[in-house]
């Protein structure tokens, strides 16, 4: 097996087993832990892990389970690490020194793993988990981790940038868009370049509907100016506004093609276009043809 991605799987493993095969594999993979099974069918859990430059990206799911780095573990099996745990099914409840906080489907929690800690999932789950070396975060998100913080529940511009996370988690592609990402949300006003304009665009992905979206709506959203937000996207060969039509052209001419219900001025409308004149004359500068003729 290639050491850049490994997977485990409880499935075939016999009932009785599942709950000393999954210590171990994440022993090896992740952290020293126990596990607690509170389903009558048993553990019922896959991982999948993929390397990411200097990271590890974790993807886990799973039944209802809890799992528990006590002090012990924590001395006999010694991590330096910040965990980023980002829940994308079920909901859980993250325990440490300091008391207990929830973390709800969307949100995302960084703790480190030379502290104990208990993550407890009530019903099915799902998370993205990255796995950063201490120095590192230290380096490229937040000098200071005192206590685990929760994060997703807040401003616009956090969730755009949890979001924003959850898709380049999805790709694996950038280890410092991810690093910039989680360090725009573990304490820094604004993250880098790439962090930003990935916020911008999935606030955007989001918004689209929005006749009012603008970008000045965008640089509000992720606390930046709107001269900024334009060198962010001058960087990338576009600007704002531009970029805003081109992604509401891309989204009608799917749908154009692809679906035969509702009118030219009903897709307009839906993708944020005020006028169906508009949008004609915008799709045809940009597509070469009219949208009743992309239509067939």
Request: aromatic share 8%; glycine share 8%.
């Amino acid at each position: 097996m290639s050491t850049n991605l490994r997977y485990a799987s409880t499935e075939s493993v016999p009932p009785a087993d599942r709950v000393a095969y999954w210590e171990e594999h994440n022993r090896r993979a992740l952290v020293g832990l126990s596990v607690t099974s509170y389903s009558e069918h048993g553990l019922l859990a896959a991982q999948t892990n993929a390397r990411l430059g200097r990271l590890w990206v974790t993807e886990i799911r799973g039944n209802e389970h809890v799992i528990e780095r006590t002090p012990r573990i924590c001395r006999a099996w010694p991590r330096a690490a910040v965990f980023a745990s980002l829940v994308t099914s079920g909901n859980a409840v993250h325990f440490h020194a300091g008391g207990a906080v929830p973390v709800a489907n969307g949100q995302l929690v960084l703790y480190r793993t030379d502290q104990p800690y208990l993550f407890g999932f009530s019903s099915p789950m799902r998370q993205l988990l990255v796995d950063i070396p201490e120095g590192l975060f230290a380096d490229r998100c937040a000098r200071d981790l005192a206590e685990p913080q929760v994060l997703g529940g807040g401003s616009a511009a956090e969730r755009a940038t949890i979001a924003a996370l959850r898709t380049e988690l999805a790709s694996a592609s950038s280890e410092d868009t991810v690093l910039d990402l989680i360090g725009s949300l573990a304490g820094r006003r604004t993250g880098g370049p790439a962090a930003l304009l990935a916020g911008a665009r999935e606030y955007i992905r989001q918004h689209l509907a929005d006749p009012g979206l603008s970008p000045e709506q965008v640089a509000a959203a992720i606390n930046i100016s709107v001269r900024h937000l334009g060198r962010t996207f001058a960087a990338d060969g576009v600007s704002p506004a531009r970029y805003i039509q081109r992604e509401r052209l891309a989204a009608a001419h799917a749908e154009l093609t692809t679906r035969r219900s509702g009118t030219i001025a009903e897709v307009a409308y839906r993708w944020g276009f005020a006028s169906q004149a508009h949008f004609t004359r915008a799709f045809r500068d940009h597509y070469g043809h009219t949208p009743s003729e992309a239509r067939g």
